[in-house]
């Protein structure tokens, strides 16, 4: 697909960015950050529930993670978490570095900055923070940033949002049915969220801004790199869709694959949202059941235990043995609809499932079938009879669900819910990245009202002595490194490569002049990834500046020595004394007397085409003149001894 193909979509994309700070200090305690543990000293076990927002409305996010009746545990390290984290005692005041580190990335990103900083509570009942909320205060908003690199060509900006300073939640370990449990190493440590506009207008465009946007925090020396350490969400939109968040996308490479298929997992939403209006669907046709068992206040919900009580299909013949629960729910007019493709190799009725799994915590493999499934499962005759029992006709759709009766009566609710959602097409939630490229739903998108101010800590001031302070020790950005490099004569790419590169200090270190910057430079991307990879230390800038010189004062036939010698250097610790040491040019009559006693030899050569010949004779005299004859001058006088000699 095109950009023009995308435009036409109307896809837009915008990126939340969030990288750990490298700082000493959790950001309201004083427990050391970036300690990473798998010792236990003791656990702690949490239930959630939501309360009523300022506005006196519960969000919906909260209501879900509510449903899903969850026992939370934490595991706790004695040397990484203290009283605060788990709520225990009140924050301790903001920690100074991580102030200071993000006003500097927050200036990084052009942004302008505030002059308080006031702590805000953003709501998390999914159990990933005790508290059930983080603490987050903005820093900066506002800013632009040059996207040369975009796809849709040079001269583009990024508009940064905003970049907020906020506490990292725990780590999971796992996640099963109705057990989840988190270590509490990571939590509390200082992060910055960078928020960019939706601004991405392709699906590379996303990886080439999640890179640039990298780039830039890297550039500050103070966010931490390595696994964990930076973790992004897309949010992605197409005309008439929702915007929906995808969370943990674990690399940039997945990037334009995952947006793209999300892009049409929206529009295939809205496909089926058409064909229902179409169909004369609404929602008065799928309303929640009554409070009780769905089966038994819900029209549109059976007890099928009995009609499959004989069903040869193993999972429900196991649900049967084990005396589970199992119901049967009819969706209006739904026929064929959850055999639809939405994403590669899942349909609609994937939906579904991943809604069930998350919220009413099924763990069966499987717990659900339905109607629309074609020579598998529940047989024909079956069907039919559940059919008569939940008064579905021909154009209706049957869902089948099993596991323990409280989460079979979630389930039987949310499937009506989900089944309602389609008719608005694409519903607000988090969706979690997988590593094909694909998605599964997370949780509903919480709403506007997850913020509150945090009455336990007053406004931190932002001194204009701590901004000058940060202005003044600003390194160049990476666009203006890329400028300074492309003025020594590096083409953009290259630019753009050496900029992001490891060895940029080095590169600048050597101080190369315009002449021959970009034989230094592609000199060094050769050779110096391996050193890298054998985690060699690089040689110091004053080892190899001779070498530099060497080559900036004998722009001639030493050029073709130069990478050779420089990869010498790089192997050996310890410099040769003659790295920089140029060799005598040869003279006149000494290439002439090498170019004829190669010609002298050609017999050796089973060939008649002359430019195999001249070639052949190049590289055996160039053996003995490399580095002290211009080449171009050999390949004369070659030419002149093989015709001579004939
Ligand atoms: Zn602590």
Request: charged letters at 25%.
């Amino acid at each position: 697909m095109t950009p023009a193909d995308y435009d036409a979509l109307g896809f837009m994309c915008g990126l939340e960015v969030h990288q750990q700070l490298a700082t000493k200090r959790k950001l309201f305690c004083r427990c050391p950050a970036g300690v990473r543990t798998d010792r236990i000293d003791a656990e702690v076990l949490r239930h959630m529930r939501p309360t009523l927002s300022e506005l006196g409305e519960y969000d919906g996010t909260a209501l879900m993670e509510f449903k899903t009746r969850k026992e939370i545990i934490y595991r706790l390290e004695r040397g990484s978490v203290c009283t605060y984290e788990i709520d225990d005692t009140p924050p301790f005041p903001i920690d100074p570095e991580a102030v200071d580190f993000a006003l500097e990335v927050s200036r990084l990103f052009d942004l302008s900055l505030v002059d308080e900083l006031h702590v805000m509570r953003k709501q998390y009942l999914d159990g990933s923070i005790p508290t059930g909320f983080q603490r987050t205060a903005m820093v900066g908003l506002g800013g632009s940033i040059p996207f040369d690199d975009s796809e849709l060509g040079p001269g583009r900006a990024l508009r940064i949002r905003q970049l907020s300073l906020e506490e990292d939640s725990c780590r999971e370990v796992s996640d099963h049915g109705h057990t989840i449990v988190f270590r509490t190493d990571r939590l509390g440590m200082p992060l910055v969220e960078t928020v960019t506009e939706p601004d991405l207008l392709t699906p590379h465009d996303v990886q080439r801004g999640a890179a640039l946007l990298a780039r830039v925090a890297r550039t500050s020396g103070k966010v931490r790199r390595g696994a964990g350490a930076a973790r992004q969400d897309v949010n992605v939109s197409i005309a008439g869709g929702r915007r929906v968040e995808i969370k943990g996308v674990p690399s940039h490479r997945i990037l334009p694959r995952l947006v793209h298929i999300e892009a049409f997992r929206q529009l295939e939403l809205l496909r089926i949202r058409a064909e229902l209006q179409e169909r004369g669907v609404v929602a008065s046709l799928l309303p929640d059941p009554p409070p009780g068992s769905p089966w038994q206040t819900s029209p549109l919900v059976i007890d099928a235990r009995s009609i499959l009580r004989k069903s040869t299909f193993v999972p429900i013949a196991e649900a049967t043995a084990q005396q589970m629960m199992i119901a049967a729910v009819r969706l209006p007019r739904f026929r064929y609809l959850l055999a639809h493709r939405t994403q590669p190799g899942m349909t609609f009725a994937r939906e579904i499932t991943d809604r069930l799994r998350v919220i009413a915590c099924l763990v069966g493999r499987p717990f659900m079938i339905h109607s629309d499934v074609k020579d598998y499962g529940i047989k024909g005759s079956r069907w039919n009879q559940l059919r008569v029992a939940t008064d579905a006709d021909d154009a209706d759709a049957l869902v089948v669900v099993w596991g323990a009766t409280d989460d079979v009566a979630t389930a039987a609710r949310e499937i009506i819910i989900r089944a309602r959602e389609a008719l608005e097409g694409v519903p607000s939630e988090t969706r979690q990245a997988h590593a094909d490229g694909t998605t599964g739903f997370e949780r509903i998108l919480p709403g506007p009202d997850r913020m509150y101010p945090d009455t336990d800590t007053p406004p931190v001031p932002i001194l204009d002595e701590s901004v000058d302070a940060v202005e003044a020790r600003l390194p160049e950005r990476p666009w203006q490194r890329e400028a300074r490099y492309r003025d020594l004569g590096l083409t953009a790419a290259a630019a753009r490569r050496l900029a992001a590169s490891p060895w940029a200090k080095l590169f600048d270190a050597l101080a190369p002049s315009a002449g021959v910057a970009s034989r230094l430079a592609a000199a060094l991307e050769k050779r110096v990834p391996a050193i890298l990879r054998a985690e060699r230390p690089l040689p110091d800038a004053a080892s190899l500046a001779p070498l530099v010189r060497a080559l900036e004062q004998h722009p001639g036939p030493f050029a073709d020595l130069f990478e050779e010698r420089l990869a010498a250097a790089l192997a050996t610790p310890t410099v040769a004394d003659d790295l920089a040491a140029v060799p005598a040019p040869a003279t006149a009559g000494e290439i002439d007397s090498i170019a004829h006693a190669v010609a002298d030899t050609r017999s050796e050569l089973r060939t008649s085409d002359p430019d195999a010949r001249l070639r052949w004779a190049m590289g055996k005299a160039m053996e003995m003149l490399r580095g002290r004859a211009p080449a171009d001058d050999v390949r004369a006088r070659l030419g002149a001894a093989l015709e001579t000699n004939r």
